[in-house]
């Protein structure tokens, strides 16, 4: 004989009298759990009672009553009816989970399993119910334990249908539905009572009202509820109707009728329901708490969802969807700091932007850094890179930050040539809005920054920082419109793929030795993007136009000027000749000058200023080319007439 279960429930009343709560419980459970196993129904009991007497002495009455409960149960089927009484009288707070009425009604006879058939029989039923008792009491979803508790009631009542109701904030709903006929339950019908027409109603508010059974042997002939109407349209005969109580709270309603017979509903039927009921009021109350939790759960998940979103929205017009992701789903997102990567880095910049903006007003230069800036965002987040700054007319995009991948320096090229490619339909909306017309230079850089987040905790702005950044701001400086071009780190990692125009040596400022960037035509493999390049036909002019030219560094005009001649001129490129004066320095290629024309008999300034390049395309001693970065209107429309009166050109 195993009597494993003796020795556990020592054990618990041992560690509980030590005060260890955890390991009481523990082996309280173990005592139930094999006294269950093997059939000792007797020390099952008690293992059941001196539990419900610890969690009471612990304050915790729902847990108490639970176990109080089963213990009550299994007196019962033991035969000790005094114990059970005993139980009812001294902790009548632990079992009023049904009205009195609905209690066990005792008869003298013990129901042990050697009585009489009829008693065997009934004990029978009751091991059934403790059965179903344990089921329900292990179901916590209430669509589940709302099919199981239809199927058990009907099943042991001998009903031919059941309905379930349940009392939520003050209103009867019919939550379930089953009948014999079709083998099937219903759940989670939420149906007001007062709609429905499948019961009657005025029994089921009645129960509700008093908190008593109804138990009607034959309801069309007898009783106060024989002109009820559903009664007396069906010719209802067995009704039996019952109140799921728990600590004097309504939980709800369990209506079961049979109009096979009379008198369906026996008194033993009707106890093993409202043993069954008990139970019912516990599981329910349990279910609906977890219902009302996973609501809540849920309710708040879409709250925060939407929230998120909504941060999504706001904030994805200030920084990339990777950047806000960061932010929302990573909380080390948020702290201040940086890390040290290899990444790179894309700045582009509007040729004579400056100069353009001075001559409109401040509505018109939003709306055009509003379109040409909603152009290139769109590009550049399709090529997964992250905007990090929008600096007036010029943009820092970086791959390779937040998230690395291997392709980084592959899509920054990519990216470049489509944003390049995308100036056309930009001007094409600015010489609708009568706005003119823009040109971009890109230049790009691989190299190892700091990237984190920079400020204060009350600001803090996502960043990267470092002398590649600087570096790469030197490269754009050197383009001409719609050129790009890239640092060697950059041309290693993508060469494959690429089409270069040209490469040259430079020496920007703050670099102690010269680089070699590389002029990008193209790109090839998956993204198969290529620049047209446009033919510059220089023509020679029939008189030189004069001029005086300074000299700009990093944005700053020179304080001397310098002679010179237009002598040659193409729609975006012009030949100057100058005179082998003393002082007049040797420019070097890619310098920024600033040009005016003059009057040919005087040296009067005749234009606004105009912005010009100087590039490496070899000329005479004395001479150089440059490609015009900024005209004004005025003096692009004299300069286009110019071009294109001069024969051969149409």
């Known amino acids: 004989m195993n009597h494993g279960h003796k020795f556990y429930l020592v054990e618990a009343e041992r560690y509980r009298v030590l005060g260890q709560k955890a390991k009481a419980i523990d082996y309280y459970d173990r005592a139930i759990a094999l006294a269950q196993e093997n059939g000792y129904i007797n020390e099952e009991a008690l293992a059941q009672e001196l539990a419900a007497k610890f969690y009471l002495a612990q304050g915790k009455t729902t847990i108490a009553s639970a176990y109080m409960l089963k213990a009550r149960y299994a007196y019962f089927l033991w035969g000790a009816t005094a114990k059970v009484r005993d139980l009812e009288e001294n902790y009548p707070q632990l079992l009023a989970t049904t009205s009195a009425p609905a209690r066990i009604r005792l008869r003298d006879s013990k129901a042990t399993r050697s ?8 004990a029978l039923d009751l091991a059934t119910v403790m059965r179903a008792s344990q089921a329900i009491s292990g179901e916590i979803v209430l669509d589940k334990l709302l099919a199981k508790l239809m199927e058990l009631a009907i099943e042991n009542a001998g009903a031919q249908k059941g309905i379930l109701i349940l009392s939520q904030e003050g209103k009867l709903m019919i939550e379930a539905t089953g009948e014999v006929q079709t083998n099937k339950v219903n759940v989670l019908q939420s149906l007001p009572l007062e709609q429905s027409e499948e019961l009657p109603k005025a029994i089921v508010n009645y129960v509700a009202r008093t908190q008593s059974d109804v138990v009607l042997s034959d309801a ?16 209802s005969k067995s009704i039996l109707c019952v109140p799921i109580i728990n600590q004097g709270k309504l939980i709800g309603i369990l209506y079961l009728e049979n109009n096979l017979t009379t008198a369906a509903f026996t008194p ?24 009302t939790l996973e609501q809540k759960v849920t309710e708040r998940t879409a709250q925060l969802k939407q929230k998120n979103e909504l941060i999504r929205q ?18 080390e997102g948020l702290k201040l700091g940086g890390e040290r990567r290899e990444i790179t880095i894309l700045t ?12 409109l007003s401040p509505e018109e230069v939003v709306t055009i850094l509003n379109i040409y800036l909603e152009s290139m965002a769109e590009i550049i987040t399709q090529y997964q890179g992250t905007i990090d700054e929008f600096m007036g007319d010029g943009i820092l995009v970086l791959f390779g930050a937040p998230n690395a991948r291997e392709d980084d320096a592959v899509r920054a090229v990519a990216c470049a040539i489509a944003m390049q490619l995308a100036m056309k339909s ?9 706005l003119p017309t823009l040109e971009m230079g890109i230049g790009i850089n691989t190299g190892e920054v700091v990237v984190g987040n920079i400020g204060s905790e009350r600001r803090t702005k996502y960043g990267v920082v470092g002398s590649q950044v600087n570096l790469t701001f030197r490269i754009e400086s050197y383009t001409t419109g719609g050129q790009i071009l890239i ?18 040596q430079v020496q920007p400022k703050g670099i102690d030795h010269p680089i070699t960037i590389y002029d990008v035509g193209g790109i090839g493999g998956e993204y198969n993007l290529f620049l047209s390049p446009e033919e510059e036909i220089l023509k020679p002019l029939p008189q030189k136009i004069p001029l005086q030219y300074t000299i700009v560094e990093d944005k700053q005009i020179g304080s001397t000027s310098f002679q010179g001649n237009l002598v040659q001129l193409s729609a975006k490129v012009a030949l100057v000749s100058c005179e082998p004066i003393t002082g007049n320095p040797r420019l070097k290629p890619l310098s920024n000058i600033k040009l005016n024309l ?26 150089f080319y440059i490609s015009f970065t900024a005209q004004p209107p005025a003096v692009k429309a004299k300069l286009e007439k110019l071009y294109h009166s001069i024969e051969g050109v149409s």
């Open 487 to 504: 640092a060697e780190p950059t041309f290693k990692e993508a060469q494959p793929l690429l089409k270069i125009n040209q490469h040259k």
């Open 426 to 434: 930009v001007n094409e909306k600015m010489q609708e809005r009568g």
């Open 314 to 331: 706001v904030f994805g017009r200030y920084l990339t969807d990777e950047v806000v992701s960061n932010l929302l789903e990573t909380p």
């Open 348 to 359: 582009s910049d509007l040729r004579g932007f400056t100069a353009t903006s001075e001559r």
């Open 220 to 235: 069309c002939r007898e009783g106060i509820f024989t002109a009820e109407p559903y009664i007396s349209q069906n010719r």
């Open 115 to 122: 009585t009489s058939d009829s008693s065997s029989g009934e």
């Open 598 to 623: 003059l009057s040919q008999n005087s040296q009067v300034e005749v234009s606004e200023d105009i912005y010009a390049k100087v590039l490496e395309k070899p000329a005479q001693p004395g001479s």
């Open 268 to 291: 033993q039927r009707i106890e093993v329901l409202q043993v069954l009921s008990s139970q019912a009021a516990i599981s329910l109350e349990n279910a609906l708490l977890y219902r």
